[in-house]
């Protein structure tokens, strides 16, 4: 039999699931890597996974995936080193089940990660932080929401994942305890204190809002949850508004998508 699939089957099963306890989306991720990985590999050799060694995925060949995966399938740099990563977990999970092939796995794991540009951490200016809250259209249940979205987002500094999962019960609005339960990367949660004005915003929306615990706290026009594109959407919708009151960095590229059909 071969070494490849058992080693692997328990890769996920044995190592990710029960001993580390990933998420799904990491799960989901490393299967993305491998799937990509397997085909890449059956192109080149003829041979189908469940016929593939360990020794048949060699560094040379490991190398020739991951420039596929920049050149022909456009990956970035980024994206390039998150499939290596994955790769590399699973060889060190590999060396201790087989060390008959550390030669192959040492070769490996000596790959290196490519280097990036890293984006420019940015901020916004207090005047550019009134201009995008006054954006929206208070007028309107969309504006209303759209408005505590952001000056949630602006005093807690959420990511824009962990503010589409936010539900009505992670709010809490008791006297002298103002604060959001938030549900974080890696399934880390963690508590977030409330600045009085975005506790009063919230509870004003709350009251508005009408939903049941388990709804989403900023919901679609259906009450349904936020995706991530629906957030940048409507960010550069109301920065595009902003701008023209304080002229700055707010003038983001048009989004390559109408907002509307997503809000």
């Known amino acids: 039999m071969s070494l490849l699939a058992p080693t692997l089957q328990a890769f996920f099963t044995d190592r990710l699931i029960t001993q580390r306890d990933v998420s799904p989306s990491t799960v989901a991720a490393y299967r993305d890597t491998f799937r990509l990985l397997l085909a890449f590999v059956e192109r080149h050799t003829g041979r189908q996974p469940f016929q593939l060694d360990l ?33 590399h977990s699973f060889y060190r999970y590999a060396a201790l089940r087989h060390p008959e092939h550390l030669d192959t796995i040492a070769r490996i794991m000596a790959i290196p990660t490519k280097r990036h540009e890293r984006n420019d951490l940015t901020y916004l200016t207090k005047p550019e932080i009134e201009a995008l809250l006054q954006a929206p259209d208070q007028a309107t249940w969309l504006g209303r929401r759209d408005h505590t979205l952001l000056l949630t987002m602006i005093t807690t500094g959420v990511r824009v994942s962990e503010l589409i999962a936010i539900k009505v019960s992670d709010v809490t609005l008791a006297a002298g305890a103002h604060h959001l339960r938030v549900h974080g990367k890696g399934r880390k949660n963690r508590t977030t204190p409330l600045k009085a004005e975005t506790a009063t915003a919230l509870r004003a929306w709350l009251k508005e809002r009408a ?6 706290l900023f919901p679609t026009r ?17 920065a595009r508004a902003a701008a023209a009151r304080c002229p700055s960095p707010l003038c983001q590229r048009p989004a390559r998508r109408s907002p509307s059909r997503y809000l």
């Open 55 to 87: 020794a048949d995925l060699d560094a040379p060949l490991i190398g020739a995936f991951l420039t596929h995966l920049e050149h022909d399938r456009d990956n970035t740099p980024r994206t390039r080193n998150a499939r290596l990563a994955a790769i």
């Open 211 to 216: 939903g049941t615990p388990p709804d989403p």
């Open 222 to 238: 259906q009450r349904h949850p936020l995706h991530r594109q629906t957030v940048a959407l409507l960010v550069t919708k109301h």
